[in-house]
């Protein structure tokens, strides 16, 4: 029952902008954590970027400075404001969501938005 919806992205030029969002939606009470994931052809999917329900976030070392990650407790949606893209951002973008049971967590996967980024 539990669903993630990605949106967002699309074409973009060199040096431009684009903001992801993803809801999640179903029978939850809580998301531990958030995080966005991207995979490219040929290549492992990985992490982008995460945060915890608190606020805390980490960054893959090439996209600080440059992408922007948040979440909106409320309505359980998380961002990605990406800036300054480069080609090599092209990929399919993932959003990720751990959920909390009493038993442990799930990890629950968006189906994926494409971001390309070419002039």
């Known amino acids: 029952q539990v669903q993630l919806v990605e949106s967002g992205g699309g074409l973009v030029q060199p040096g431009g902008s684009l903001r992801l969002s993803c809801a999640v939606s179903g029978n939850i009470f809580s998301i531990a954590a958030m995080g966005w994931y991207r995979q490219a052809p040929g290549k492992q999917r990985e992490l982008v970027a995460s945060?915890?329900?608190?606020?805390?976030?980490n960054y893959v070392d090439f996209v600080k400075g440059r992408f922007t990650i948040s979440r909106d407790n409320a309505k359980n949606t998380v961002y990605l404001q990406m800036n300054s893209l480069k080609p090599e951002d092209t990929a399919v973008y993932y959003c990720?969501?751990?959920?909390?049971?009493?038993?442990?967590?799930?990890?629950?996967w968006g189906k994926g938005t494409l971001v390309t980024v070419s002039s």
């Open positions: 990720n969501a751990e959920i909390p049971t009493i038993t442990g967590g799930i990890n629950y």
């Open positions: 945060i915890t329900s608190g606020g805390s976030t």
